[in-house]
């Protein structure tokens, strides 16, 4: 059932210093609103809880893409289609393009944002996969200040994270660090478009002379966060891809991720799909090259 408007608040502060006073002040309990497209399905369903809400929607602060020779630096308000157009992440970031592109429908991706895909904390989210995959930092920022944490270190179990309920989320850097990176990246849903979904795969990787020097491999709907398989990664780094060294990697896997049963799909399924994923990533290295940064 659909909420009780009136019993909602909506206000547009116009600076980030008010709204950052406002989310210090504890008894009123407000809560962000970027895009909306997650807090107003939980309205039409009559299951958004918390009535008072601050619209950053015009805050400057936390717009923009911005580059510099060691990072990419975006706004927590990058939309879905802005990171779409941007020319140094189709260059550098095609796995964050090709979530961002996978992400809902047109409209979801002309008001959806990084910000909100990350503090809404979804396991099923289809950015955060890419994002721990390319090693992101956020920057969180309240009355006390600003602090840079690892994303790695940010979701704590399900639906909950680090960030306070004082604080913003206002930055995400990525290292530039991307020349002969491989980047693999698979969402897999019940449809090619506008579908949650059952699995979704991220992963990076260097080669040198024949072996994994260097691995990062992430999935989202197998945990109740977005999972970093730092296991699988260690048994990677330092093989000789072949058949023994991949079939080990996927029992590392097997006893990483935490698939289950749900609406969306089963435990077995999401198992079998993540398995092939981590095999179709490993086989590429060996036969594919790295797409040079730039083309
Ligand atoms: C039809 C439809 C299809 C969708 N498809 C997908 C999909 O394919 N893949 C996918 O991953 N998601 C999908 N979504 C979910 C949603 O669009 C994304 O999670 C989106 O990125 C949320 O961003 P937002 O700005 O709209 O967040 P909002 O709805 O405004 O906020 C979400 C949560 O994040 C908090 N928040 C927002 N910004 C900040 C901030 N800067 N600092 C701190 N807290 C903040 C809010 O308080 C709220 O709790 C879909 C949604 C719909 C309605």
């Known amino acids: 059932m ?7 608040q909506l206000v547009t502060p116009t600076s980030l210093s008010d709204v950052l006073n406002l989310l210090a002040q504890k ?3 407000w809560q962000p609103f ?3 497209t997650d807090l107003m399905v939980l309205l039409e369903a009559g299951k958004l809880p918390d009535k008072n809400y601050l619209n950053i929607w015009n805050l400057a602060e936390l717009r923009g893409i911005e580059v510099s020779p060691e990072h990419v630096t975006l706004g927590a308000l990058t ?22 592109s996978e992400t809902g429908g047109l409209a979801i991706q002309n008001r959806g944002t990084l910000g909100g895909n990350i503090a809404n904390a979804s396991p099923a989210a289809d950015s ?8 992101a930092e956020l920057e969180l920022v309240s009355v006390n200040g600003r602090r840079w944490v690892p994303y790695q270190n940010f979701h704590t179990g399900y639906k909950q994270m680090i960030m306070r309920a004082d604080e913003l ?13 491989h980047q693999y990246y698979r969402k897999v849903g019940t449809r090619k478009a506008q579908a949650i979904s059952k699995v979704c795969f991220a992963a990076t990787a260097r080669i040198f002379e024949g072996t994994v ?20 990664e260690d048994v990677l780094r330092g093989a000789k891809l072949d058949l023994s060294s991949i079939e080990q990697a996927q029992a590392v896997l097997a006893g990483e991720i935490v698939p289950i049963d749900d609406i969306r799909s089963t435990r077995d399924y999401r198992l079998r799909v993540s398995l092939n994923l981590l095999e179709d990533f490993l086989q590429g290295l060996n036969t594919k090259a790295p797409r040079p940064v730039g083309t």
Do not use: H, W
Not at 2 to 8: L, T
Not at 128 to 135: I, N, T
């Open 2 to 8: 659909r909420a009780f408007i009136p019993n909602y």
């Open 27 to 29: 008894k009123s309990g």
């Open 34 to 36: 970027a895009g909306g």
């Open 79 to 100: 939309t879905y289609t802005e990171v779409q157009s941007n020319p140094i992440l189709r260059e550098e970031f095609p796995m964050l393009c090709q979530a961002a």
């Open 128 to 135: 955060p996969p890419a994002l721990l995959a390319y090693d």
């Open 169 to 181: 989320l206002a930055r995400i850097r990525l290292p530039r660090a991307t020349t002969d990176l």
């Open 213 to 232: 020097a260097d691995v990062r491999i992430v999935l989202g709907s197998v945990a109740p966060v977005p999972l970093r398989c730092i296991k699988t």
